[in-house]
Nanobody
């Protein structure tokens, strides 16, 4: 069973960048597909993007394509979410999630393990 811890959130101006990290413990992270979700106040938790367990495939929701990049370093049991050209509408709590399957799922029910979340706030 894997445990996930996100870090790297904060306050940034519109147009700025942040890099979130999702560190895993208690497991071989390289056997898990990992995704990022986000939840703004009053909204459902929504899929942002994901990466397959070997990092060969990434998938993104349309609103972040070209701005966000997911990568992973399995030797360090860490997945990254690089967020560039941030917009106020990207403000949310960001969660990483993992499942012991090769490919990326795009719904909350696809994932068994979740981190506690990290706040990202983008000011205009």
């Amino acid at each position: 069973q894997v445990q996930l811890v996100e870090s790297g959130g904060g306050l940034v101006q519109a147009g700025g960048s942040l890099r979130l990290s999702c560190a895993a413990s208690r497991g071989t992270f390289g056997t898990y597909a990992v995704a990022w979700f986000r939840q703004a106040p009053g909204t459902e938790r929504a899929f942002v993007g994901g990466i397959s367990w070997r990092g060969t495939t990434t998938t993104y929701t349309n609103s972040v394509k070209g701005r966000f990049t997911i990568s992973r370093d399995n030797a360090k049991n860490t997945v990254f979410l690089q967020m560039n050209n941030l917009k106020p509408e990207d403000t949310a709590v960001y969660y990483c999630a993992a499942r012991r399957v090769a490919g990326v799922g795009t719904t909350r029910d696809d994932y068994d393990y979740w981190g506690q979340g990290t706040q990202v706030t983008v000011s205009s």
